[in-house]
């Protein structure tokens, strides 16, 4: 789980060839890396997927403010749920040269090309929040962000231990292809399989949207009337979800069960509200430790392939106790 990283040393030993051909100190990059920081100053390239929930808001806030706080100088793109938009900007931050590469991707395929270009210009790279399907893990360093499996395992086991079936589920699922929404979908479906009386009766994608999450609910709700749980992989879809259930004539929470999944404010209150009955939280707030692991691979020391962040879930009453103490 563990790889060591040398391009410190061989960046070192790369400029004192440059100096024994005449080149001096300053008409090369910076002494740690190809970016042109010095010995204490790193420039991060960040790509992130958008902004297209409250989740993603506070994490790219979270990283914003953590890279201002450890003096990081942060290049920042927003690829806007494009996967095209991401590797355009990664070989921007190739081509300027920054000391390191950190990105949430869109989705979990087609990382290798763009990445290996990054490798063999000596530029580490780490993921964030999601993770890629490759075979070649040397083309990043580390993936810091949740385990999306165990969180659908965590909404699976609380509908399986909290409710009394025969039950019909809709979810709403994430970006079609994005890490998240593989993972919660198989987490939550591996602990329902233990009943029987537990079926999911539709599933679609509301790409992680507030207007995603309540155009497939009304259309959910006019195919499918006989809904007696939903389960959104985010709280936004599940807000979303909320108004339609209400413009439906139905009462959220009450009349249909809703699970989510990220733990934002809108989402707690509505939880606290009793509007959604249980949440499993997927913390946002990743800029320090993002900033920690940049920090340790530009300077060359060994850090875990697999950085997991600690969460956990809430019930209504759990979330009123927390609510006014919520940092997102």
Known sequence: MFRKITRATTTILLLGALAGCGGGSDSGPGTNSPGGADDSTITMGFSQVGAESGWRTANTKSIREAAEAAGVELRFSDAQQKQENQIKAIRSFIQQRVDVIAFSPVVETGWDAVLLEAQRAGIPVILTDRAIDSDDTSLYETFLGSDFVEEGRKAGRWLVDNTEGPLRVVELQGTTGAAPAIDRKEGFEEVIAERSDIEIVATQSGDFTRA?????????????????????????????????????????????????????????????????????????????????????????????????????????????????????
């Not at 499918?224 to 259930?245: F, S």
């Not at 990743?286 to 530009?298: C, E, F, P, Y």
């Open 212 to 328: 995603g999450g309540k155009e497939v609910m009304e259309a959910f709700l006019k195919s499918t009337p006989e809904i007696d749980v939903v389960y959104a992989h985010n709280d936004d879809m599940g807000l979303g979800a909320i108004e339609a259930i209400k413009a439906a004539g139905r009462q959220p929470g009450t009349d249909i069960t809703i699970i989510t999944v990220d733990a934002v404010r809108d989402g707690m209150q509505a939880l606290a509200d009793g509007e959604i009955n249980f949440i499993v939280e997927c913390n946002p707030l990743l800029g320090d430790q993002l900033m920690d692991l940049a920090r340790k691979v530009v300077d060359g020391e060994e850090v875990p392939g697999r950085v997991v962040t600690e969460e956990t879930t809430f019930t209504s009453e759990e979330a009123r106790e927390v609510l006014s103490e919520r940092e997102y």
